[in-house]
């Protein structure tokens, strides 16, 4: 079984991975890019026992057997199920609690643990072992009545619960003979008895997933699929700036030992597209405009900076550019595999493809009538800035979609990408019935799409290519048709599907590109391209085969119906950070373009 067979739950304010065991292996305060105070998924060298885990909140029934876990349907509430020898049944819920109070949403940065026997008298025992500033600090306990506080550098943690305080702090084994709840979060009293505010909590964390749900539009085929994957794109979101990280963890090496650990708790421009079509799609408008109104003031940050030409590929939750790269030393690394890497290098890399990521997201704020806060002169002139700067670079060298640390090219995907800005200019100057904008935009894009056919098209290969004047392939050549570059029908984009198929291709599974790169050759498959191929494949009239393939990837998600980035290519293992935004995003949109209709099923 995976290490990363993990459940998420959290409030669009910080999250937290459970595993088999019931365990809260990995947790952020105050949010989501925050200190990990619970770090175990990090600090696992081999032989660590569980009296010497750090960075854990776990509930161990005493005896245990069996655990048996699942999501209440349609909400992101766990429940884990615990059976010991002698037949006794104790029941873990787990959830973050998030609702509307007073017209307000409440989503205080606090997991929400209730215990309850279900037969017998289940013994359990606690272990509630914190840390701070990534491992390095233990913080220092100070207890109360009902409540432990856990006293850190910066900051402090409570737990206040009804549970026998003392056994709690001691770590010693006691009889669940009642329901108990604990309360892990931010250091402010409970003023409220313990069960019912706990009870109370969980009704109605479970009345908002279950509302939002039923808000969706999703496909007949697949619901389960699509459902699950939606949930987990909106306990990717930071609701309070609209932001999306990428995945809500870091480090999770793509690869076994191969050092390709990288910080993830950050927003990417590239991902915005692809995240938008699938909000989109789901009818999530409210969370849709919300990203909208993110990557606007993303825009608005760069026209008040004029002198700063180049967008950062990648921005903090709050749309910080400053994510400097460092080793947290303290920590193991997953399975020992260190390094544990905070922030982001990449921040400092030059990706042509910002550009048409930003235009291509804005577009919907033009052309959608159901948002509220659409599109208007302001913003059309901040993205008609970033079209003349895609003019300027969309033939110029960048580190690529791939993020190469050492290599530059021109790439051809951040090449589209330029093109696609300015082609989706023009569609936006239609609706404002601009046509001499439409003109002029329309005259750049047609100039730069002949260029890119030119120098991207490979005429002894038959197909395009990943770079000007290359040879080699890459998975995002599969989107030219989505792009709106070629006519899926096209001869040559049809050779392309067939070409990276052939080569990039790895059982149900596609690699990234198939050359060395900073780290050496490519050991796991990266999830969403093997949607990608799903579907260029049902593009180019290849359904059936596209459909089979999309079930086959399926049965590689986790016990729990969730991605990571990556999967070893023969045993499927699940490797990469967890849970990827991109996969789920990957497995909606290829769900929505493959399902029957509803007309068609009834």
Known sequence: ???????????????????????????????????????????????????????????????????????????????????????????????????????????????????????????????????????????????????????????????????PISYVAEERPFVVDRPMSFFFGEDEPLRSEADSTAREFLDRTIDFWRDWVRALSIPYDWQEAVIRAAITLKLCNFEETGAIVAALTTSVPEAPNTQRNWDYRYCWLRDAYFVIQALNRLGTTKTMEAYLTYIANIVDDADAHPSQKDFAPLFSITRSTNLEEYEAKALAGYRGMGPVRVGNAAYTQIQNDAYGSIVLASTHAFLDRRLIRTGNKALFKHLEQLGRRAIEVFDQPDAGPWELRTKAAVHTFPSVMCWAACDRLVKIARAMGREDKAAFWSEHASRMHAVIDERAFNKSTGTFVSSFEGEHLDATLLLLSELGFVKPSDPRFVATVEAVGKTLRRGDLLLRYDVEDDFGMMHTAFMICGFWYVDALNAIGRKQEAIELFEHILELRNSFGLFSEDADFTTGELWGNFPQTYSMVGLINSAVRLSRSWEEAF
């Open 1 to 163: 079984m995976s290490s990363l067979d993990l459940a998420v739950i959290g409030n669009c304010m910080i999250s937290a991975l459970v595993d088999r065991r019931a365990q809260i292996v990995w947790g952020c305060f105050p949010r989501f890019d925050g200190d990990p105070v619970f770090s175990a998924l990090l600090d696992s060298p081999e032989g660590r026992t569980d009296a010497e885990q750090r960075g854990v909140f776990a509930i161990d029934q005493i005896g245990m057997q069996t655990c048996e876990q699942a999501y209440i349907e349609n909400t992101a509430v766990l429940v884990s199920t615990m059976t010991d020898s002698s037949g006794n049944i104790v029941e873990i819920t787990d959830f973050v609690p998030r609702f509307t109070h007073f017209d307000r949403t409440f989503r205080p940065p606090q997991v929400i643990r209730r215990v309850r026997p279900v037969k017998g008298r289940p013994r359990i025992r606690v272990r509630l072992r914190p840390h701070f500033e990534w491992g390095a600090h233990q913080p220092t306990t100070t207890r109360g009545s009902n409540h432990l506080r856990f006293v850190g550098p910066d900051s402090s943690l409570r737990l206040t619960t009804d549970a």
